[in-house]
């Protein structure tokens, strides 16, 4: 009797013995402990304000990685990314679906609701019942399109390998290049150190850039020539946290800015003169890490933003509107 | 069942320990992650140890845990990717105002980067590698807020190839592995001819 519990103690320990070898070859894994090079985005990422807005339930798009938003003018909301464009109503509901190959990097809608759509050097047009109407020959070899712009006469598309917008017909007939460094005109150049390089139309049919090198979004003319421009880099709320941002932005209908960046990633509200007006979603909103935060307003004033790190279109209400 | 004698006994165990580790070792040919019989990737030539940087998440363990000191894990610096910003958030602590170089504005803790200036608006940054102790910091900061110019690679001149690398057996991120040390480095970006 006793020698069968000897045996059967002896036999567990081995078995425990093997199973704590084996989880440790294995599955073991050092965890984190204080790392006395942290570099603080802890506390950079930690909210100085309490934001204006509130989210409501995010759209999940069924495309594998999405990109881009942009409202159309029946207040349809289209979602691009990797193998094509999704429309959905207010309410999150799909209302079609267009597929191609490829990734669609930046979409923009005109009035009569034709998609423009950047791929990575080149530009399509598609209608929204998913006909693709042209498509236009690529730039140049280091292309790389970030953002389309659309009013009435053109079509704006900027180029962050380039370093350049260009100006084109609806047609496709490339008219100018805005922005190319020229100290006769005081225009400094676009200095553009990563892939985020966006372009907007204002409520008053301004052209804005987002010179993200310099962290300051610039207003051009009609003859390319440089009109206003405003930003400032700094980790506090008021200005944009450093190297690339603001990465993405829009307009709201009376023509505030919405801005977004990297690093500290947050989404705020600008007057049209630049000042901080209200911060729409802090750091503790997003992953860290979270990159590309493409935006879009509605008419009513939510803002939607992209979020690549959780493939959603998130969805941010004013407080006193919710 | 026939009852076996202690010769009997013994004759079937060392087969059996022979048959099992054939078994292993044969296993371990068809099915070694990063190369086996079966995906043709078998590293032949000498390896040595390296860490990808798409995986690696800065957390200051190239510098504590190498047998080195310092460590031979270094920041290297992608040129052809690099902004050549003023305000390098790899270079200055966030929030920092006048952008000089003051040592008390810079991220690193040895001052190992060098900051010149290229031409309006621009400063190149070159890495000291004598003073770099590969911590990681300023490529938390690059890759944060710029493109991930900055990254870690274990510099081979330096570097002893222990057969158990230290740092690789710490490593959270599981971003240290064994490649060829005929193409020893693992940089992201465009290319591999900047380090």
Redesign the interface.
């Known amino acids: 009797m006793k020698k069968t519990i000897l045996i059967v103690l002896s036999l567990i320990l081995l078995f425990a013995l093997i199973g704590w070898m084996l989880f440790d070859l294995f599955m073991g894994r050092p965890e984190l402990e204080k790392n006395p090079y942290d570099f603080g985005m802890k506390k950079l990422r930690e909210t100085q304000i309490i934001p204006a807005y509130s989210e409501a339930l995010p759209i999940k798009p069924a495309l594998k990685k999405i990109t881009s938003v942009a409202t159309g003018p029946e207040g349809k909301i289209f979602v691009a990314g990797d193998g094509g464009v999704e429309t959905f109503d207010f309410g999150g509901h799909l209302l079609n679906r267009i597929s191609f190959p490829g990734i669609a990097t930046c979409i923009a809608v005109m009035n009569n609701n034709i998609l423009v759509i950047g791929m990575e050097d080149h530009v399509e047009l598609w209608n929204s019942s998913g006909i693709q109407v042209s498509s236009w020959k690529a730039i140049d070899t280091s292309s790389v399109i970030t953002s389309v712009a659309v009013n009435k006469q053109f079509i704006y598309v900027a180029d962050a390998g380039e370093k350049i917008v260009y100006k084109y017909t609806l047609q496709g007939k490339m008219l100018a290049r805005i922005g190319e460094k020229d100290p006769s005109r005081n225009i400094p150049g676009f200095i553009i150190p990563s892939p985020f390089f966006d372009v907007a139309i204002s409520p008053a049919g301004d052209l804005w850039v987002a010179n993200t090198g310099r962290y300051k979004l610039e207003k051009y003319g009609n003859d390319g020539s440089l009109l206003a421009s405003w930003g400032e880099p700094s980790a506090s709320i008021e200005g944009f946290a450093g190297c690339c941002n603001p990465s993405n932005f829009t307009f709201l209908p009376d023509g505030l800015f919405v801005t977004s960046e990297k690093g500290i990633e947050r989404v705020k509200i600008y007057s049209q003169d630049g000042k901080f007006l209200a911060l729409v979603a802090g750091p503790e909103a997003f992953d860290e890490g979270t990159h590309g935060l493409d935006l879009a307003a509605t008419a009513n004033g939510w803002i939607l933003v992209i979020d690549p790190s959780r493939n959603q279109l998130r969805i941010f209400l004013p407080l006193e509107k919710k | 069942m026939e009852k076996q004698n202690r010769r009997q006994f013994l004759r079937l165990a060392i087969r059996g320990t022979l048959f099992g580790g054939l078994a292993l070792i044969t296993g371990d040919l068809l099915f070694r992650k990063g190369g086996s019989l079966f995906n043709n990737n078998i590293m032949s030539g000498p390896t040595v140890w390296q860490l990808d940087p798409s995986k690696c998440i800065?957390?200051?363990r190239c510098?504590?845990n190498c047998v080195k000191t310092p460590s031979a894990v270094k920041c290297t610096h992608a040129f052809s990717m690099?902004?050549?910003?003023?305000?390098?958030?790899g270079y200055?602590k966030?929030?920092t105002k006048n952008l000089d170089t003051g040592a008390e504005k810079q991220?690193c803790?040895v001052n190992a980067i060098k900051r010149s200036y290229v031409e309006d608006?621009f400063f190149e940054y070159t890495i000291d590698e004598s003073l770099c102790i590969g911590?990681?910091?300023c490529v938390?900061?690059c890759g944060?807020?710029?493109?991930g110019s900055l990254q870690l690679q274990v510099r081979h001149p330096l570097c002893d190839n222990c057969n158990e690398c230290s740092i690789a057996?710490?490593?959270?991120a599981?971003a240290f592995s064994r490649v060829p040390a005929s193409d020893p480095y693992l940089l992201k970006g465009f290319g591999k001819d900047r380090v």
Request: hydrophobic share 20%; proline share 12%.
């Open positions: 800065q957390c200051g510098a504590t690099c902004g050549y910003c003023n305000l390098c958030s200055f966030p929030g991220v803790p608006p911590c990681g910091k938390k900061g944060a807020f710029g493109n057996r710490n490593c959270p599981g």
